[in-house]
Structure formats: structure tokens, C-alpha cells
């Protein structure tokens, strides 16, 4: 059968995803997944955006092996340049040049015409020829674009050395039969694209994404690009598991076939869930914590006589078990460590895990630690990675009857320093202290979430924040048993990720 490849930008297009910030550790651990998963492609990231971008991009090109590693460029010479830096590292390397090719975005967004954009495309995929083999051409807003043009463009990339075409609905405008008929035309009809592999890049705005994917397929595409959970801009990408699993389940409508290995797929998506503090929904389609639960009596008849009268997959074949593995005091600290490699966390150094067993202990005195409590303790842990402020201290007053007050003690490079704030309540009022302390200009607190981790009056509170910080926005979380702790930590947290840019 012919092979699909999958391009998984979740560490680009993904971390778009409103609100979600994610430092190096983070992107690096979600990196690994992938590469165990068995994706093709790691679009890592956009060097030329920031010296962070950069940097992890960079990183996972050195460390990261297996999968192809592509970077995004703009039509830009020194986007290219900057790619090529990052990736110098890689095993196997990529750009993805793009483009608009919309009159809406050439008019208003690039202000070029349509002959500019030909004669920028040639030159800067020559200029790309120069660093790299696989470099990857994409059309943006290309579903909104006239075909005629279209197919101009990809001929004058293929002709300057561009071997993957990919077709982006970047506002999820296409219907599947739409979708289908313009990936059909732009294979059967660019002069070239015989030596090219067509891609097809789908936004969910209509709903859309994972049935768009699949009619690209259907009529000859043979890369998708897609996010872990269907995270992205707005309504998200095309969701990877779905497409992967459709693929699998419905070998006869699709014939063709995949290299993941699907048993990981519920594994790394608890890990992007977790790390991106987007929860997926119970319903959410393969991954779902419903997904192979059944209430109806008519249902739990059939599936107790046979499973599949009422499930077309098995949850083994995600990697789903009916319990998680419940660790508790006793447990010792390579069965710490084998959970941590169990849930996707495969690049915590020793000294790291041996920090994370102590701090699991400490929990684990007082209750029985779930993954979700470990997952949590682990996130965190990895948000809070070379901190410029630490918490020390803090002492709150507060009562129906009266105002509230804070007494927050943070350390900041080594020195101590204290602050007292009033607020409307305990956490308003330690906020306030914090603020002062930092010396940051003007914050606001755009989000503030609260949840329980797990069931129960034992169980870990997980705070998250988001902070505009003159004009910028920094999310912030953490997990403690104590609420108000938790609360204040995040915010440092966030306040940390303000102080490293």
C-alpha cells in the first residue's frame, strides 16, 4: 500500500493555539513523542520569528532523530537563512516556504502583485536550493486563491527545485468534495508535479479539517499536515489522531497506510493536552476519556457478547487502558521513572527525576497520586525551568469582615525581598504583591483558571493564569494541594516566562 507521511505541526502552527505558551523543556519533551509516535515530519518551529523559536528549533534539529525536521520560512531571504542556521543540526532537514496567494491577502496583507509574487516565489526557492533538498512550497489561503494562478505558482516552485506542493485551507473555508477536486487539479495539472509530493494543510473552522485531509487523500495527496488534538489558530488544525485512525479503521475506503504507531497516540495526546493546558472535551473523537465508554443498557449488552457490535476499534489500538496506574507512598523511584517514560516524558535528566520523585513523595504521604497528579507535578516543573523569581514565603489574611492582605516573600537572583498588598481577597491581594514586587510595568489578568487534577477533597488544585504585561501575553500555571499556593505560583510562573524574553 502506498504510504501517507504526516507533517505534525504542533510545536508551530499548534502553539498558535490562543493562550498556550511553551517553554524549551516543554517543546522537547513533546518533540520525543512525536519522534516515537513515528511522524515524518517535525515542523519544530518558525527560527526567524524569535530567538526562542530559534533556539528550540534548533535544539530539537540536534537532538530529535528519525523524522524529517522542518522549519517554516516565509518568502523571506533571511527567514531562509535562519532556517538553514537552526537546522544545520538536523539529521534529516526541511523548509516550508510559504506564501499568499489569495487576492485578499496579496492586496491587503502583502500589498504585491500577482507578477511580484511569481518573481519572489522563483527567487526564494532558488535561494532555499542553496541550504536545502526537501524544501516544501505552500500556497497560503490557497482554497480562496484563483486556480489558474495557483497552478502558476507551483510551477514555478517545482521548476526552481521544490519538492512537496502543499495546499493550505488556512480559514477552513473548503467543503471535502471542494477540497478534493483542487488537489486532483493542481496533481493533474502543474507541470512538475509528478516529481513533487502533494500535501494538503486543513483548518477546522467549519468543521471540516480531518474529512477535507481525507478527500485530499482520496484524490492523491500523500502528505497531511495535521496537530496532535487539532490544536491551532481559532477553531485548530485537522486533528492527527482522527485522520490516522480513519486511515487504520477504514483501510478499505482509503487503501493507503501510515507509518505511526497508533498505540501512542493517547499517550501523547494526554502529553500536548497536559502541557498546553487545553483539556479535550469527553466526546473528543479516538482520544475522548468517552471514547469506549458505554451507559445505554442495549449497548452494554452488546458489548459484554461482543465488543465490536458497538466499537469499531479496540482501546488498546490508541494505547487506551481501562485504569490508570495508581503509584502511593510505597512505590520506589524507578517505578516513578518508568511512569514518567510510560507518559511521554523522555528527556528529564536524572538530577531531574530525582527531583520530581521527592516532590511526588511529598504528595503521595498524604494521598494515592494518579497520572493526571503526576503529569501536573511534571508540567510544572518544566514551566519552572532557570527562574528569575522564586517563591519563598507567603502569609495571608483574610476573612468576611475584612479586607484581605498578603505577606509574599519571592527570592530574584538570590537576594530575598518582601512585599504586603490588601486586595478583594487572598489571591487579588497576593497578586498585588507580587506585582510590586517584579517592577513589571502594566498587568492585567486576562484568564484565570482553577480545577482539581483528580476527584476528591485530597486531590491537587492546578491553577492557570494569563497575563498581559504591557501589551504581551504570558500564561502562567501550577499545582499544589493549597489553592492560594497554586495560584500565586502560577503567576510567578508566568511572570518568569515575561522576565526570560
Not at 493542481?186 to 508535479?193: R, S, T
Not at 487545553?278 to 459484554?304: D, R, T
Not at 508540567?379 to 479586607?403: K, R
Request: net charge negative.
Amino acid at each position: 500500500m502506498q504510504k501517507i507521511l504526516f507533517l505534525d505541526t504542533t510545536l508551530r502552527d499548534g502553539e498558535q493555539t490562543p493562550g498556550v505558551h511553551v517553554n524549551r523543556s516543554g517543546k522537547l519533551e513533546i518533540a520525543r513523542a512525536l519522534e516515537q509516535l513515528g511522524v515524518d515530519i517535525i515542523e519544530a518551529g518558525f527560527p526567524a520569528a524569535s530567538n526562542g523559536d530559534f533556539g528550540c528549533v534548533a535544539e530539537i534539529a540536534r537532538t530529535v532523530k528519525g523524522p524529517v525536521i522542518c522549519g517554516l520560512s516565509r518568502c523571506v531571504e533571511g527567514d531562509i537563512e535562519a532556517a538553514a542556521e537552526a537546522l544545520k543540526s538536523a539529521e534529516r532537514k526541511r523548509i516550508n516556504l510559504f506564501i499568499a496567494s489569495s487576492s485578499i491577502h496579496m492586496e491587503y496583507k502583502l500589498r504585491m502583485t500577482p507578477e511580484q509574487v511569481g518573481r519572489r516565489v522563483a527567487d526564494c526557492v532558488s535561494k532555499a536550493r542553496e541550504y536545502f533538498d526537501d524544501i516544501e512550497f505552500s500556497c497560503e489561503d490557497a482554497t480562496r486563491s484563483d486556480v489558474e494562478f495557483l497552478i502558476r505558482l507551483f510551477e514555478i516552485a517545482a521548476a526552481n527545485g521544490a519538492t512537496t506542493l502543499n495546499i493550505p485551507d488556512t480559514v477552513g473555508y473548503a467543503c471535502p468534495s471542494e477540497f478534493g477536486a483542487l488537489v486532483r487539479t493542481i496533481k493533474e495539472g502543474v507541470k512538475g508535479a509528478e516529481n513533487c509530493v502533494i500535501s494538503s494543510h486543513c483548518h477546522n473552522d467549519l468543521g471540516m479539517g480531518v474529512a477535507n485531509a481525507l478527500a485530499a487523500i482520496e484524490n492523491g495527496a500523500l502528505q497531511v499536515e495535521c496537530t496532535i488534538n487539532g490544536v491551532g489558530e481559532r477553531a485548530g488544525n485537522a486533528a492527527l489522531e482522527e485522520i490516522a485512525m480513519a486511515i487504520k479503521t477504514r483501510a478499505d475506503c482509503y487503501g493507503v497506510d501510515i507509518n505511526l504507531d497508533t498505540t501512542q497516540l493517547y499517550r501523547v495526546s494526554r502529553l500536548v493536552s497536559s502541557l498546553y493546558g487545553v483539556q479535550n472535551p469527553p466526546n473528543k473523537p479516538i482520544v475522548g476519556s468517552n471514547c469506549f465508554l458505554h451507559e445505554s443498557g442495549i449497548h452494554q449488552h452488546g458489548i459484554m457478547m461482543n465488543r465490536s457490535t458497538y466499537e469499531i476499534m479496540t482501546p488498546e489500538s490508541v494505547g487506551m487502558q481501562a485504569e490508570g496506574f495508581v503509584l502511593g507512598k510505597l512505590s520506589g523511584r524507578h517505578a516513578f521513572a518508568q511512569r514518567l517514560s510510560e507518559l511521554g516524558y523522555l528527556t528529564l535528566s536524572e538530577e531531574a527525576v530525582t527531583l520530581l520523585f521527592a516532590r511526588f513523595k511529598d504528595y503521595a504521604d498524604k494521598k494515592s497520586v494518579t497520572d493526571e497528579d503526576i503529569m501536573a507535578i511534571v508540567n510544572e516543573y518544566l514551566d519552572s525551568q532557570s527562574p528569575v523569581y522564586a517563591l519563598e514565603t507567603f502569609q495571608i489574611q483574610s476573612g468576611n469582615n475584612t479586607a484581605a492582605m498578603a505577606m509574599v516573600t519571592l527570592s530574584c537572583r538570590g537576594a530575598k525581598m518582601s512585599e504586603a498588598a490588601i486586595g478583594d481577597g487572598p489571591i487579588d491581594a497576593a497578586f498585588n504583591a507580587i506585582h510590586r514586587l517584579s517592577g513589571a510595568g502594566d498587568i492585567s489578568l486576562e484568564e484565570f483558571e482553577i480545577r482539581a487534577v483528580t476527584e476528591g477533597t485530597d486531590a491537587l488544585g492546578e491553577a492557570k493564569i494569563r497575563l498581559n504585561i504591557d501589551g504581551v501575553g504570558f500564561t502562567g500555571r501550577s499545582v499544589s494541594p493549597d489553592i492560594i499556593e497554586a495560584c500565586i505560583r502560577a503567576y510567578i510562573n508566568a511572570l518568569n516566562k515575561w522576565a526570560a524574553t
